[in-house]
């Protein structure tokens, strides 16, 4: 069965504090691995898409690379406005069907 | 507004009611995506519209549950006989592309609470 599990489920950092959230999935056939924030009351924001393994794409602190199995968005010297939950989720190719994961609430300790 | 809207914000209904769901997607966005957010939990696809057209209703998850988008803009979602199990939060995203799963963009959501 095709599914994405995020690792941990809840992650309190102090401000500085690097770290990486996972990313682990299981799908027949990958065509996107897509990382989203979500703040509370909010819909899903898009942040990037990866599609093959080596892959990496950054955007101001945060940077998201994958492997063949798992995914991980890195976050340098985080804020507290980073403070947001993040979702990952994978297109698979046999039906085009997106699959989230239940995310990782992150919280960022000024 | 630049973004997808969702009304209303927050619904409240007793079991057995009718709801409807509207969504405004961003104009001249041809996809548009239903899903099913319960606490806690990521995003379920429920349905999705190519303009009018729905191309993918797999994801509902009973015959309780109805879509439609007849002009290929404003879509709506209608859950008749609502249950508890229904209280959730109700996403809508529109995509420029066809079959736009990349990025899509969200609305705010409507919060349903059935009691």
């Known amino acids: 069965e095709d599914q994405v599990t995020q690792s941990p489920e809840a992650l309190r950092l102090q401000e500085g504090e690097s770290s990486s959230l996972n990313c682990s999935y299981t799908?027949?056939?990958?065509?996107?691995l897509f990382w989203y924030r979500q703040d509370p009351g909010k819909g899903p924001e898009f942040l990037f898409t990866?599609?093959?393994a080596g892959e990496e794409k950054e955007k101001e602190r945060l940077k998201a690379t994958l492997t063949k199995k798992e995914s991980f968005l890195h976050i340098t010297a985080p804020k507290p406005e980073d403070s947001a939950t993040y979702l990952c989720?994978?297109?698979?190719?046999?039906?085009?069907?997106?699959?989230f994961g239940k995310g990782t609430r992150l919280h960022i300790l000024p | 507004g630049a973004g997808v809207s969702q009304s209303p914000r927050y619904k409240v209904a007793k079991r057995g009611q009718d709801v409807a769901l509207r969504c405004d997607p961003i104009s001249g966005h041809v996809s548009l995506f239903w899903y099913q957010q319960a606490l806690g939990q990521g995003p379920e696809f429920l349905t999705y519209?190519?303009?009018?057209?729905?191309?993918?209703k797999s994801g509902l998850p009973s015959d309780r549950f109805f879509a439609e988008r007849p002009e290929g803009s404003v879509s709506t979602l209608k859950i008749q006989r609502t249950q508890q199990e229904d209280s959730a939060v109700y996403l809508c995203?529109?995509?420029?592309?066809?079959?736009?799963?990349?990025?899509?963009?969200f609305g705010p959501g409507t919060r349903l609470t059935v009691l």
């Open positions: 519209f190519q303009n009018e057209a729905q191309l993918d």
């Open positions: 995203a529109s995509s420029f592309r066809d079959r736009g799963y990349n990025e899509q963009f």
């Open positions: 990866l599609y093959s």
């Open positions: 989720a994978v297109r698979r190719n046999r039906d085009d069907k997106i699959i």
């Open positions: 799908v027949s056939g990958l065509r996107g």
